[in-house]
């Protein structure tokens, strides 16, 4: 396990927090886009004041996440706020 893509204080149970997030907003796109937007810009933000690499390898992931759970649908959207090169 490391703290970017399976952090041992979100796997207490037997889901992880992040699947029971999906499990329970599956009916809400809206909502798990507006989370993974989130924590995309709030880890793009802190990084230089807090956990550096780490950090940038959260954003990194939450941008995986995005593209697995809407593919093109952020491609422009990544670009142009320049968290994917292009």
């Known amino acids: 396990m490391n703290n970017v893509e ?41 990084f230089r004041k807090k956990n550096g690499k780490e950090d940038l390898d959260k954003m990194n992931w939450y941008l995986n996440q995005l593209e697995l759970h809407y593919g093109e649908e ?3 959207f990544l670009r142009y706020h320049g968290l994917k090169e292009g």
């Open 6 to 46: 399976n952090p041992s204080h979100y796997n207490q149970t037997p889901v992880e927090t992040i699947e029971m997030f999906y499990l329970l907003f599956h009916d809400r796109p809206d909502m798990i886009k507006g989370a993974l937007l989130f924590n995309v810009f709030k880890y793009r933000e802190r």
């Open 74 to 76: 952020f491609e422009v």
